[in-house]
């Protein structure tokens, strides 16, 4: 394995293990997730400082907020990073108060609240926002969700206009329905590829000869919510058959790892994990920042909503076993 990866490898195991310490009781699916905003930031865990910042969302939010719950540690997480923590969420929680005024309260809507707490222009981004959001509902009324508003306000950023927007969402959409047919997980791929470079053809051509190539490399990369994840990683200028090849060492690697063997989390989850680490390993390259910032930050909200499917899904097992 690359030398730049493998510290990327046990960066990440080493942040997870720190989440985990820090909060016993949460669930496994959240720590790795944890693990990457850190390593994206090329920083370790503090756990006072996490723990302040628990804290803090604890004194200033209620016991029902969109920012506590299931998604609470990944929250703090993202303010420990800050530089003023209390500041940034003061911020946050005024935001999500304008988004909850033209979306309905989710916990996906605190994600948004903190990709525009440092915006200029946050009303304009919301309004924005929640237009191309209305489109989307038009188009696929059934599969638009509340998980959707944090890409329409992410698309809001974009320089297209809110038609040209949405054409491109569908034309990803029939491209990519063909070969992966789950129409939730397959709508949000078509919203990460939108706010990508490149024509509706180019980047469902390179997401699918990416999932190909891991396939017959031994890696069977899951078609439903992890897909985004890998969306994400394929909008990236790098060669498809590299980024399969540092997948390949990254599984290879997580698979001896506590956590990952026989009672721990699925391979399907340890190879998102894979396309995860591999994003922070491209976006710290100088030569790709434009891109891979926009890549890096798709992958994030993917993962966050994978966390969150994830757990829901853990959850109504776990009731289905009891009845």
Known sequence: MDPKLQALCEQFILNRDLVKQT?????????????????AEGKTVDEERLKACLELIKQKTGVF????????????CMLSLQENPEAALEKALSVHDLLKKEFMGSPYLPIASFLLKDEADVSGLI?????????????????TSTEDSVFAVMM??????NGALVEEMEACYTLLKKEFRY???????????TISEGTPAEKTGKLMELFETLKKSGMKYSKYYELPTLAALSTMPVDVRQM???????????????????????????????????????????SLDAAACTGTLAMMIS?????????????????????
């Open 65 to 76: 907020s969109n920012f506590r719950g299931d998604m609470e540690m990944a929250f703090a």
């Open 244 to 286: 399969a090849m540092d997948m390949l060492d990254v599984d290879t690697w997580l698979s001896r790892q506590k956590g990952y063997g026989f009672w721990g989390l699925a391979k399907s989850t340890r190879l998102m994990h894979a396309a995860m680490i591999v994003s922070t390993a491209y976006a710290g390259n100088p």
């Open 156 to 161: 809001a950023f974009s320089g297209k206009d």
């Open 23 to 39: 909060r016993k009781l949460c669930s496994s699916y959240l720590p790795p997730v944890c693990a990457h905003l850190y390593c």
């Open 303 to 323: 993962q966050m909503m994978a966390t969150l499917a994830a757990i829901a899904g853990t959850r109504a097992a776990a009731a289905a076993a009891n009845n």
């Open 183 to 193: 129409g939730d997980s397959v709508q949000t791929v078509s919203h990460v590829l």
């Open 127 to 143: 309004a924005r926002g929640r237009e191309i959001y209305l489109l989307m509902r038009k188009e696929h009324p059934f599969l």
